[in-house]
C-alpha cells in the first residue's frame, strides 16, 4: 500500500472563496462593512434568529456575551472540564469565577445531575459545550435551571429580563446541527459558532452568535450592544460614517477591538452558499469510517440518529483497555503513515492554567478516562473516497497490535 500524506484539516476553499476575497479587495472596502452585513444576515436566517453578530472569533462572541449579562467578579460561570481553553479563559477575561463540572460517564457531555449540585446564587451562566458538532441535552439543561431558578439573583437588566441562569452555548464546533427538530442557534438562549480555519465553514478566522428573544429587551438594541463592545464603545462603525458629512461619533465606554472584516466574511458568504453539499460530504465520510470500525474493539460517536443531526466536525474515537502512552503511540504510527491523527481534548483541570487556579484532575474522572484513549481521525469535506480508504486500512492495520 503505497503511502499517502494526509494532514488533519486544511480548509475546504476554492475559486468561489478567492472571487470573494478578490471583490472585497478591489472594492476597496476590507474592513467591516457590506460583506460582514450580508453575512449576518445570511447566519441569522440559517439559525432561525432574527439577528446575528460577526466577530474575530467564537472566543470574542462568547465573552461579550458575558459583559452583556454584566458577569464579573463574584459571579460564576459553570462549564464542563472537557473542553478547549476558550470555553473557560473567557469566564476568567470578565473576571468570573470558573465552576467545572465532570462529564457522565462514557460520554462528552457534562454530567447533569453535578450540574444541579453545583449551581448556588452565584452562578449567572452556564456553558455547555456541543462537543464534535453533537448538540447537548438542553432540555435537561433547561430542567435543571428552572428547578434551580429560586437560588438566581440578577445584578443587571439583561439578567432580570431573562429572569434565569443564561445558557449560553458554546457551539464552536456545531453550526448545522440539530436536535428534534431545531437548529443549532435556536435552543440556547446565545450560541457562539466558529468559523476558525478548520472548522466546517470558514473564515479564516471568525466566529457569529445568535439569540433567542428574550422579552423585554429589542433585538436591534441587543445587535447595537455587541456593536459597541465590539469596535471601541464608538457609536457609528466605519461603514456608517461614511455617509456624507456624518463624521461624528462618541466613545460610550472604552470597550474592545473584535470585530470582523469584509474580507473573511467573503469567505463565509461563499461558503455558506456550498454548506449543505459540506456537511452532506462528512456524512458521508462518518458513514464509510462508522461502517468499517463498527467491530473494532472501540467506542464510536453517534453522530446521528432520530433524535439529531450532527454537523460532523470531528471523528473522534475511543480504543477500549488502552492508555495515553498506548494511544499516544497509535498516533505515531499513524503520522508514520503520513496520516495526521489529534486528540480532543486534554481536559482543562490537566492544563498549567487551570492547576493554578485549583482544578485537580483527579476530582474529574470520568473526563480523564474520555481522554486517555481518545483519537480523532482526519474529517474534512474535501477527503477523498481514496483516503479515506487508506485512513480507514491503516488505522485498522495498527488495531491489531493493540
Sequence with gaps: MKKKNIPFAPPDVGDAEIEEVVQALRSGWITTGPKVKAFENEIAKYCHAQRAVCLNSATACMELTLRLFGIGPGDEVITTAYTYTATCSVICHVGAKPVLIDVKQNSYEMDYEQLSEKITNKTKAIIPVDLAGIMCNYDQIYKVIEANKYKFCPSNKFQEALGRILVLADAAHAFGSSRKGNVCGEVADFTSFSFHAVKNLTTAEGGAVVWKDIPGIDNEYIYKQ???????????????????????????????????????????????????????RRKEIIDMYNKSFINLHVQLLNHYDEEHESSGHLYMIRVNDIGVEQRNALIIQMAEKGIACNVHYKPLPMLTAYKSLGFDIKDFPNAYRQYENEITLPLRSNLTNDEVTYIIKCFTGVLKDV
Design 226 to 280: 455587541y456593536q459597541l463592545y465590539s469596535l471601541h464603545g464608538q457609536t457609528k462603525d466605519a461603514l456608517n460614517k461614511t455617509s456624507l458629512g456624518s463624521w461624528e461619533y462618541d466613545i460610550l465606554f472604552p470597550a474592545y477591538k473584535c470585530n470582523m472584516t469584509d474580507i473573511t466574511a467573503g469567505i463565509g458568504l461563499a461558503q455558506l452558499k456550498r454548506y449543505s453539499n459540506l456537511l452532506l
